[in-house]
């Protein structure tokens, strides 16, 4: 029997992932790849993505992201913005630069409440491991401002950060 067989080598992560995965993922363009067991933590340091050559490879749970190509944002425990995907860069309708150190609360408001909002992104950027929901409302952008999206809080890094997604927008369109 080959042991090729039984070895994980995608390159590319499936649909369907297995929970509680760790993924690394492309800050800007979103790409993700399975985290390689190992020799991750030394490779931290050089970490450009070879897809986009723009954003850094950061490490997350795989429950975290909705997919490639995602709209997250991401922000440190005092809740400014370090960094947003293309695809959320296109949903706020702002280039990134403008976004980079603005309150996230700028961005997004929750139903549930701001306070509840801030609380899980900054246990998130401490490291916490849950991947906890909530639903928020864009505060920038062209969409509607009383349009709810659901979003995921996750910690990423390194660096350490809080990483909100937004889900796929077609899900959430009434
Ligand atoms: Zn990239």
């Not at 709209?71 to 960094?83: E, G, K, P, Y």
């Not at 990134?96 to 306070?115: A, H, K, N």
């Not at 995921?152 to 890094?157: K, L, V, Y």
């Amino acid at each position: 029997m080959s042991t090729l067989l039984g070895r994980r080598a995608r390159p590319f992560l499936p649909a369907v992932r297995t929970l509680h995965e760790r993924v690394r993922f492309c800050s800007r363009c979103a790409s993700v790849w399975e985290a390689r067991s190992g020799q991750d933590g030394e490779r931290a340091a050089e970490r450009v993505c070879p897809a986009c050559g723009m954003g850094v490879l950061l490490s997350a749970s795989s429950d975290a992201l909705p997919g490639e190509g995602a709209a997250f944002v991401i922000a440190t425990d005092d809740l400014r913005v370090s960094a947003v995907s293309k695809a959320a860069e296109r949903l706020f309708g702002v280039p990134e630069p403008e976004l980079i150190g603005t309150r996230l609360l700028r961005l997004m408001t929750s139903p549930e409440g701001d306070d509840e909002l801030a609380l899980r992104v900054s246990r998130a950027a401490y490291g916490t491991r849950a991947v906890r929901p909530i639903q928020i409302r864009l505060l920038l952008g062209q969409r509607p401002a009383f349009a709810r999206l659901d979003a995921r809080i996750a910690s990423c890094g390194p660096p350490r950060g809080a990483l909100v997604a937004l889900e796929p927008l077609a899900a959430s369109l009434p």
